[in-house]
């Protein structure tokens, strides 16, 4: 990682960072190679900045352990037992390659005091190539299943441009800061599959065997040369007042956005349109911000706004399908306290939205992905800060009530998500070490529901980390050890059933890693 600064005034800045990863990780013949490589380059003056960030990603996946999907287990109670932390149901032959290409350009201008113009542009393309194995649990006691095989080409190429104007200025006792600006998003996606569908390969979670051959008989597309499936376009206005008045103590925004989004579907093998939604609405800001005393505030805010429904990933049998859009709508109040030294938050919060869920395809093996409507309630504590001299906390707890609204399963608790999650992060320096921090961790989920009828359910699990940082000297430069050890007990547990696939918790991992400033 560099950096440096250049120029009379320091105006010039440039930072370069590469990054790389190579080997087996803690789960059974399961290898992983990662390439990143990044630049960032800006120069401002007093009135104008201009920043520039680009970066390539190339990630390889070998043998990697995919989520089981649970559709065929609905009305069935009792959740399967985890295997081993280590152990690896999915096949040697699967992998997965992606690239990506990142960059964006960002431009401010200040034309004076009150007045501040701002665009930028950005574009993200994507390419993965991938076989994989993913297995459909039919039977909770004895772990049998069917197994998927489905390779992929999935292509994305996403353009963005955002302009606006900010301004600031005083009307009596009423201090004004204005934002109107618009923004557009293009996004084409191609996409081709192979899979199996004459044969259904059987095997098991616990007994896994290697499949010696696997035949993909049908097809979507050209894997060589996959067309497009899907394309996105979307814009939208803004334009908001935030009054702040009292002394600054009382911040009222209101405000509206106007959005519009087209999606379109293509067949995978004639590329002729097969669908096409195109949507708009006009949404409400509205939001307050109280401070009675220093250091606490109360705030409220109601958030709606239309949401471009999902493009379906590379793993499904409809990948590249884009969703309708629809509209969501978000009311949030809360409480801060804040010291510095510590802060202390308390939330309450209620979201209307749509979710994905994974359903097995038939007895190909494969999964097909679909929405269904959710409203989720929930508080949030969250506490960071010094409780003594040299003792540090960042946490906090969630509580959840998330539910399906509509359909077969109104009132039905949202599958793979938590109804609690704890999260504690503690550190100590040791007083007698100079630079020695230790360092210990717990991570607490409750209970999922893994089916849509609430049938079965994942048991909630605690699992604890610990560590340690020690910096010091060598030759008058700082350096910074750090060791962990991950899952300590080296705990078996599902650690999530989101979308219908059961997922597995990492097993116990050690790392260690040494920087150095130069």
């Known amino acids: 990682d560099i950096s440096r600064r250049f120029g009379q005034d320091r105006q010039f800045g440039f930072r370069f960072n590469a990054a790389g990863m190579d080997g087996y990780d803690a789960v059974n013949f399961e290898k992983r190679d990662d390439i990143a490589l990044g630049g960032a380059f800006d120069w401002h003056d007093d009135r104008t900045r201009i920043d520039l960030d680009m970066a390539y990603q190339q990630q390889d996946v070998y043998g990697g352990r995919a989520g089981i999907l649970t559709s065929a287990l609905d009305g069935l109670s009792g959740a399967p037992r985890a295997p081993s932390p280590s152990h690896s149901w999915s096949q040697k032959w699967a992998y997965s390659n992606l690239k990506y290409l990142f960059g964006m350009m960002k431009v401010e201008h200040d034309f004076d005091e009150h007045i501040t113009a701002y665009g930028s542009f950005g574009a993200q393309s994507g390419d993965e190539m991938g076989d994989y194995s993913t297995p459909t649990l039919t039977n909770v006691r004895t772990g049998d299943a069917t197994i998927g095989a489905m390779s992929d080409a999935y292509n994305f190429m996403n353009e963005s441009v955002k302009a606006g104007v900010r301004a600031n200025y005083q009307t009596g006792p009423i201090r004004h800061e204005i934002n109107a600006g618009a923004d557009a998003l293009w996004q084409d996606f191609d996409s081709a599959y192979a899979m199996n569908w004459a ?237 020695l921090t230790l360092i210990g961790r717990v991570v607490s989920t409750g209970k999922q529901q893994v089916t849509l009828s609430n049938s079965m359910h994942l048991p909630a699990w605690s699992r604890f980390d610990l560590g340690a940082r020690y910096v010091f000297l060598v030759d008058r430069k700082p350096m910074t050890a750090r060791f962990s050890v991950e899952n300590v007990a080296n705990q078996r547990y599902w650690a999530s059933a989101y979308q219908g696939y059961l997922t597995m918790g990492d097993p116990q991992t050690f790392k260690f890693s040494l920087s150095v400033d130069l």
């Open 199 to 435: 044969n259904t390969y059987t095997n098991n979670i616990y007994n896994t065997k290697q499949m010696t051959s696997h035949v993909e008989d049908y097809t979507g597309g050209d894997l060589r040369n996959p067309g497009r499936t899907a394309f996105n376009k979307l814009y939208s206005f803004v334009l908001s007042d935030t009054m702040k008045f009292w002394g600054d103590r009382i911040a009222l925004t209101g405000g509206f956005r106007f959005q519009d989004i087209l999606a379109n579907n293509y067949d995978y093998n004639t590329n002729a349109r097969t669908s096409s939604y195109d949507r708009n609405a006009f949404s409400p800001v509205i939001g307050l911000v109280i401070h009675p005393v220093k250091n606490f505030s109360l705030y409220f805010n109601r958030i709606q706004g239309l949401q471009k429904g999902d493009t379906v990933g590379a793993t499904y049998v409809n990948a590249g399908h884009s969703f309708a859009p629809y509209q969501s709508t978000q009311y949030e109040v809360g409480a801060k306290y804040d010291v510095g030294r510590f802060a202390v938050g308390l939330a309450f919060y209620q979201l209307s939205r749509r979710y994905g869920i994974a359903e097995a395809y038939g007895t190909t093996g494969q999964s097909i992905y679909t929405l269904a409507a959710e409203r989720s309630k929930g508080m949030e504590l969250t506490f960071n800060g010094d409780i003594l001299p040299g003792l540090r906390y960042n946490g906090g707890i969630s509580l959840i009530d998330a539910n399906t609204r509509g359909g077969t399963y109104n009132g039905k608790t949202a599958i793979g998500v938590p109804n609690y999650m704890i999260n504690g992060n503690l550190e100590y320096d040791v007083p007698f070490i100079k630079g």
